[in-house]
């Protein structure tokens, strides 16, 4: 059974950073960082190939960066110049490509107050 398992979250002030970790148990192709905040939808914030291909949301674009570990069966997402906007469970995924995500983590708040 693939497990994900989130860290780094908490509650920093705007402008500020944090670095969510995820690791999973084994390696998957295409790993990814989502959001979601109550009575909205779940939405992709940046997402990451084996092979280092990248892709963001517009809204974190220049402000959040993700990597990966293969060697350690980590992501990471580093964010910067955080927003109130920003606040969120965001969620660890994986899968075998890109867009298709069948293992999630548990979840981790970050909360950015103003």
């Known amino acids: 059974q693939v497990q994900l398992v989130e860290s780094g979250g908490g509650l920093v002030q705007a402008g500020g950073s944090l670095r969510l970790s995820c690791a999973a148990s084994?390696?998957?192709?295409?790993m990814a960082w989502f959001r979601q905040v109550p009575g909205k939808q779940r939405e992709l914030v940046a997402g990451?190939?084996?092979?280092?291909?990248?892709n963001y949301a517009d809204s974190v674009k220049g402000r959040f960066t993700i990597s990966r570990d293969n060697a350690k069966n980590t992501v990471y997402l580093q964010m910067n110049s955080l927003k109130p906007e920003d606040t969120a469970v965001y969620y660890c995924?994986?899968?075998?490509?890109?867009?298709?995500?069948?293992?999630w983590g548990q979840g981790t708040q970050v909360t950015v107050s103003s």
């Open positions: 084994i390696r998957l192709f295409a």
């Open positions: 995924a994986a899968g075998l490509r890109i867009g298709s995500y069948g293992y």
């Open positions: 990451i190939s084996s092979g280092g291909s990248t």
